[in-house]
Each structure stands twice: as structure tokens, then as C-alpha cells.
């Protein structure tokens, strides 16, 4: 019912930021957990930032912290991730993902559907 589209993705160096929108498309979009998730070449897929429903509740991995900062506009069905201060280690794709049951907001295998990813490359 729910399908997400990840853009805003690119090339940026070390020190720069980027805004990542996820567009979803359905009824119930306010319904479910938003997260943000990563996958650099050769690693797992690591939690970033997620948000509970109303917004009142926000989650950061420690990586980070300070740099990073999730919201959600449920008016305009759209989540996004402000990346400030970026460093090489952020390269990954990105993806976004929508979580039904608010079981684990962390744990990517909570999670019910996901969109196709962009690409955020931080050079040094």
C-alpha cells in the first residue's frame, strides 16, 4: 500500500551536508515508523535515525549524533534526513523504510517495506 523513493543523494566533500527526502506514496503513511538505514560496499545494513509516528520520538546511531537530523512532514507524506558535517565513512547508499508495528525502530528486520536507495559519496 506504502511505496517509498529516496532522492536527494550525490557527490559532496568532507565537511559538506545533503538533504534526503523520502517520498511515500498511500493512505496510511502516518501510521508507520520512518527510518533511515546504510549499506556501505561490504557491510551490513546499519541503522542511521528513525521517528515514531507524531514525531515525538526521534532515535540517532551514535555515529551520528549531532550531525545528522531526521523529521517527518506527515501532511506532505514525506520524511527526510539532514546530513550536516559529513565525512567519508557516510558513504553508502541510503535507504528509507517504513515500519508498521513500531516493534524495534533500530532493528532493520522490523521493518515492512523499503525504497530503492540513493547514493551519498563524501569525498576526502
Known amino acids: 500500500q506504502v511505496q517509498l523513493v529516496e532522492s536527494g543523494g550525490g557527490l559532496v566533500q568532507a565537511g559538506g551536508s545533503l538533504r534526503l527526502s523520502c517520498a511515500a506514496s498511500?493512505?496510511?503513511?502516518?501510521?508507520?515508523?520512518m527510518g533511515w538505514f546504510r549499506q556501505a560496499p561490504g557491510k551490513e545494513r546499519e541503522f542511521v535515525a528513525a521517528i515514531r509516528r507524531s514525531g515525538g520520538s526521534i532515535y540517532y546511531a551514535d555515529s551520528v549524533k549531532g550531525r545528522f537530523a531526521i523529521s517527518r512532514d506527515n501532511a506532505k507524506n514525506t520524511v527526510y534526513l539532514q546530513m550536516n558535517t559529513l565525512k567519508p565513512e557516510d558513504t553508502a547508499v541510503y535507504y528509507c523504510?517504513?515500519?508498521?508495528?513500531?516493534?524495534?525502530?533500530?532493528?532493520?528486520?522490523?521493518?515492512?517495506?523499503w525504497g530503492q536507495g540513493t547514493q551519498v559519496t563524501v569525498s576526502s
Open positions: 498511500g493512505r496510511t503513511f502516518s501510521s508507520y515508523v
Open positions: 523504510a517504513a515500519e508498521r508495528t513500531e516493534a524495534s525502530a533500530r532493528n532493520p528486520a522490523a521493518y515492512d517495506l
